[in-house]
């Protein structure tokens, strides 16, 4: 089964090696055996080869650029998979519990083509926070990043999310959209104690949100488990 990754980001990047049939492309080429593409660059459009399934790793963005690439190259695609972000959601209330069926945000460009594709049968991956190798939530802080403790994180880990993917490679769906969370909520606050790190300042009051994974562990083995948070995070930091 060929497999087409268009971006070969810190996500595609990852995909492409735990599974070298799959075809991964760049908009400036290092390889020979990586296509150049360049989404706003309808010359590149040309170099891409035919494949059973696409995984769209990139914003869709802008609507028309994805609405011609779509007319133009993907419409004889069997399955296609884009990953998108729990940004998405709009949020109206501190700690709002949100599904696949919340009230979505169509002024924001990338969302605008995702759901372009999807109402042509793509699979919307929505993404929380990624975390993993060279991505320690834990430096976030150190780095001063965090500014308001109570907000609410929701991570998945760069390992989920590749095996996510590969179950919908082999187990495609249509027009579905799939929130990607680990399920364990939890405030920078209590990160940070973890961590070991303080925080000096109340912080801004911000809205966040608390995503609900139920749809994706459904479709998932029963037995799946998420990577277990903490365990690889730099947790000593003083």
Not at 15 to 31: F, L
Not at 32 to 48: H, I, V
Not at 67 to 89: A, P
């Amino acid at each position: 089964m060929k497999v087409l990754v268009l971006g070969k980001g810190y996500v595609g990047k990852t995909y492409c090696e735990k599974y070298p049939d799959a075809i991964g492309t760049r908009r400036k080429v290092t390889h020979k055996d990586t296509p150049s593409f360049d989404l706003e660059n309808p010359a590149t459009w040309k170099n891409l080869p035919k494949a059973e399934t696409i995984i769209w790793t990139f914003p869709a963005t802008p609507l028309e650029k994805v609405q011609k690439f779509y007319e133009e190259k993907l419409q004889d695609c069997k399955n296609l998979i884009v990953l998108g972000s729990t940004s998405r959601y709009i949020i109206k209330r501190q700690k709002q519990r949100i599904d696949e069926d919340s009230p979505i945000d169509t002024s924001i460009l990338r969302v605008q083509g995702e759901e372009f594709l999807k109402q042509q049968g793509a699979t919307i991956l929505a993404l929380a926070g990624i975390y993993g190798p060279d991505r320690d939530p834990v430096n976030w802080l150190y780095k001063g990043l965090i500014r308001n403790p109570k907000k609410m994180l929701n991570l998945i880990h760069l390992d989920d999310i590749i095996s996510i993917l590969d179950h919908f490679v082999h187990s495609p769906t249509k027009g579905e959209t799939f929130n990607l969370s680990d399920g364990e909520a939890k405030s920078w606050m209590e990160i940070g104690e973890k961590a070991g790190f303080h925080f000096r300042m109340p912080g801004e009051r911000e809205l966040s949100k608390i995503i609900i994974n139920k749809k994706i562990k459904d479709r998932l083995p029963k037995d799946y488990k998420f990577k277990e948070r903490y365990s690889s995070w730099q947790l000593n930091n003083n």
